[in-house]
């Protein structure tokens, strides 16, 4: 058996959208995928102002230059995150600021926020580790005592929420990826939630590579014209082809992976009560569709059980390499962030993906038992 880390799942509407837009050159002019995507995930975040981006990373850009992030500024982050959250605005000259980690949520350490807030602060970046959400009540209103901006870096949240409100769509900005590696996929693309009203306007001239192109769209205007700096930020026809599919199915496939991280962790509990390792918690499990994972009780450990399962068809992965503990991020001076290191080194991503049935999960976990029988 041969067991893929992901999957991007098999459909007969790719090509049939992809023909649709080849057979007329017009929908390839009128975005006819992009508007059809947004109409859909507008009804899902019926209070932000969203824009379909090329990438996560890609909207992260926007909202670094829409902060006029420069140098001498500071924007606080985990530093167990992918580079994207801090390059968008160390590209800008800013200086990030890791902090640590929660061992048991793996997101953010709200106490040493506070403890890193200088007048040089600008942003908080938020990051839901896994799409399981970070305190955004006591995040926000840290934020509103230091005259902050919250960034929510909901790269791996599609789907998921923070009291019954979707994540990206509380901050004042917020990010998603539609990437290949992530649940929902246009293979490449991504999506910029803008929830400040203050800040809709400019996004519209930066996302459409410094012109006032809305405005003209709008009739408000006799032609577009540079206004203001920008790039092409769009997310492009073909992967919108491909994510509009995958919006249709959405639930199902939420739901799927939903059902498949409930049977590791069925399957898997009698393990952790016998100390192998730690699942992630009960609370974090009803919201669950990005990933599963164990956390194992060493390194050493955790690479020996990832080259056994290997062995047998079974594909896993670890997950980032701590940004402060990296050849760019040392740059930014030393932090001691035990967590971070610590869960770097012992966290173990299972297979995760639509075609996942429960004999393949079966396989997975008497693989991990006997992997200590043995
Ligand atoms: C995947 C990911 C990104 C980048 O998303 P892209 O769409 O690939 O640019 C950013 N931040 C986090 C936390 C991610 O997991």
Redesign the pocket.
């Given at each position: 058996m041969k067991i893929l880390f992901n999957n991007i799942g098999k459909s007969t509407n790719y090509l049939k959208n992809i023909e649709l837009l080849y057979s007329n050159y017009t929908n390839f002019r009128k975005k006819h995928f992009s508007n059809l995507c947004l109409a859909h995930l507008q009804k899902m975040y019926p209070t932000s102002k969203l824009m379909l981006t090329h990438?996560?990373?890609?909207g992260l850009e926007i909202i670094a230059e829409l902060l006029h992030i420069q140098k001498g500024d500071e924007v606080i982050m985990p530093s167990f995150?992918?580079v994207?959250?801090a390059n968008a605005f160390v590209s800008k000259g800013a200086t990030p600021i890791f902090v640590d980690i929660d061992k048991n949520t793996l997101n953010i350490d709200i106490q040493q926020i506070e403890e890193n807030i200088s007048h040089k602060t600008k942003a908080i970046v938020a990051?839901h580790y896994g799409g399981h959400p970070c305190d955004l009540k006591q995040l926000r209103a840290l934020c509103d005592k230091h005259h902050l901006f919250l960034i929510e870096?909901a790269?791996?949240g599609f789907g998921n929420h923070y009291n019954n409100q979707s994540l990206g769509s509380i901050g004042d900005f917020g990010v998603i990826?539609?990437?290949i590696?992530?649940q929902i996929s246009a293979v490449?693309?991504?999506l910029l939630l803008i929830n400040n009203p203050d800040y809709v306007k400019r996004a519209g001239y930066i996302y459409h590579i410094g012109t006032n192109r809305e405005d003209f769209m709008e009739g408000n205007v006799p032609y577009y014209e540079w206004v203001d700096v920008g790039s092409k930020y769009q997310l492009n026809e073909l992967n919108a082809a491909v994510l509009l599919d995958q919006l249709e199915r959405y639930p199902e496939i939420i739901a799927h992976r939903n059902i498949v991280s409930k049977l590791y962790h069925y399957y898997l509990k009698p393990l952790e009560l016998q100390g192998k390792f730690r699942l992630m918690s009960d609370a974090n499990l009803e919201n669950n569709c990005h990933e599963y994972y164990l956390i194992l009780n060493d390194q050493f450990e955790r690479d020996n059980l990832s080259k056994y399962l290997y062995n047998y068809g079974i594909e896993t992965m670890f997950h980032y390499i701590p940004l402060h503990n990296s050849a760019k991020g040392r740059s930014f001076g030393h932090r001691e962030l035990p967590n971070t290191i610590e869960i770097s080194e012992t966290l173990l991503r299972l297979p995760m993906h639509t075609e996942l049935g429960e004999t393949h999960i079966q396989y997975i976990v008497n693989k991990i038992k006997s992997y200590w029988e043995e």
């Open positions: 990438s996560a990373t890609g995150t992918f994207s959250t990051m870096d790269a791996m990826s539609f990437d590696t992530k490449q693309g991504g």
